[in-house]
């Protein structure tokens, strides 16, 4: 009885409000007030009151057993270790050491490399034997769709020429 009475006096109360913000011309304050206001009744109709009492008691419960409990402390400590451990290995990968993922990469690295070298000694050879045909005046004849892309085709001729 007690409940229902603070409940209906708490939207009584923001009901008031809304209308003083209305009667104002603050339309969107007198909506906000007038949906907060309606909780409280809303709440105690549906019978969530009591809910919300036990939802209280228990995080109350659960807050006093994290305090004073020492293997709580020891669980939270483990957790900051767990994420710690978790930090520092993501770090470590990172900044390309010499662990799990440095195997991985390098046979893919190896190869862009002799690639590259492959290339600069084709252009060292061509350069040697002569000037080598500007874009320009020897242009291609049958685009494919990866040269027809406009901007690409610039970003794809400084790759090739890097021998990437």
Same mark, same amino acid.
């Given at each position: ?13 923001? #009901?008031? #409000? ?7 011309? $603050?339309?969107?304050? !007198?909506? $906000?007030? *007038? ?5 409280? *009744? &809303?709440?105690?109709?549906?019978? #969530? ?8 008691? !228990?995080? +109350?419960?659960?807050?006093? /057993?994290?305090?004073?409990? =020492? ?10 270790? @767990?994420?710690?451990?978790? !930090?520092?290995?993501?770090?470590? *990968?990172?900044? &390309?050491?010499? +662990? ?11 190869? =862009? $490399?002799?690639? !590259?070298?492959?290339? +600069?000694?084709?252009?060292?050879? @061509?350069?040697?034997?002569? =000037? @080598?045909?500007?874009? @320009? ?8 769709? *990866? ?12 790759? /090739?020429?890097?021998?990437?």
């Amino acid at each position: 009885m007690l409940t229902g009475a603070i409940c209906y006096a708490l939207t009584l109360g923001g #009901l008031v #409000l809304a209308g003083l913000h209305g009667w104002r011309r $603050r339309w969107r304050t !007198a909506a $906000r007030w *007038a949906g907060l206001a309606l909780l409280p *009744a &809303g709440v105690y109709l549906t019978g #969530l009151v009591p809910v919300g009492t036990a939802i209280g008691r !228990a995080v +109350g419960h659960w807050a006093t /057993r994290l305090v004073f409990d =020492p293997r709580v402390w020891t669980g939270i400590g483990l957790l900051g270790i @767990a994420v710690l451990l978790l !930090a520092l290995s993501r770090l470590g *990968a990172s900044g &390309g050491g010499s +662990g799990d993922q440095g195997r991985r990469v390098e046979p893919k690295s190896r190869e =862009p $490399r002799q690639a !590259a070298a492959q290339a +600069g000694a084709a252009q060292a050879g @061509a350069a040697q034997s002569g =000037p @080598a045909p500007s874009p @320009a005046v020897a242009p291609k004849k049958g685009k494919s769709a *990866a040269e027809e892309l406009g901007d690409f085709s610039d970003i794809e001729e400084i790759l /090739r020429k890097r021998g990437i």
